[in-house]
Nanobody, 124 residues
Framework: QVQLVESGGGSVQAGGSLRLSCAAS??????MAWFRQAPGKEREGVAA????????YYADSVKGRFTISQNNARNTLDLQMNSLKPDDTAMYYC???????????????????WGQGTQVTVSS
């Protein structure tokens, strides 16, 4: 059974930074991603990575501000979020998949397991 555990959420003022981490165990996964969902909105892809080659994908809304990376020392997938905006407020979810992902990286159905989420709140 795959287990994904997110951490690092919290409240911050606009312009601030947060770092989310996701620890995954249970099987060999090839892709991981961060999604977010704000109240009343659909879940949207934030960033994703193909584990083997390290190729990354980003939503246009976060390019240049967010960085997804593997932390091999801690065996986690991290999301560094800088220059946060009130529009970034949402529940953030970690997801992982058994297959490589490509242009369809932001489709939730392409991932096999999900974490419980961690809340990020950005105040103006």
């Amino acid at each position: 059974q795959v287990q994904l555990v997110e951490s690092g959420g919290g409240s911050v003022q606009a312009g601030g930074s947060l770092r989310l981490s996701c620890a995954a165990s249970g099987y060999t996964y090839r892709s991981m991603a961060w999604f977010r969902q704000a109240p009343g909105k659909e879940r949207e892809g934030v960033a994703a990575i193909n584990i083997g080659v390290g190729y990354t994908y980003y939503a246009d809304s976060v390019k240049g501000r967010f960085t997804i990376s593997q932390n091999n020392a801690r065996n986690t997938l991290d999301l560094q979020m800088n220059s946060l905006k009130p529009d970034d407020t949402a529940m953030y979810y970690c997801a992982c998949g058994r297959r490589d992902i490509g242009w369809y990286w932001n489709r939730p159905g392409k991932y096999d397991s999900w974490g419980q989420g961690t809340q990020v709140t950005v105040s103006s």
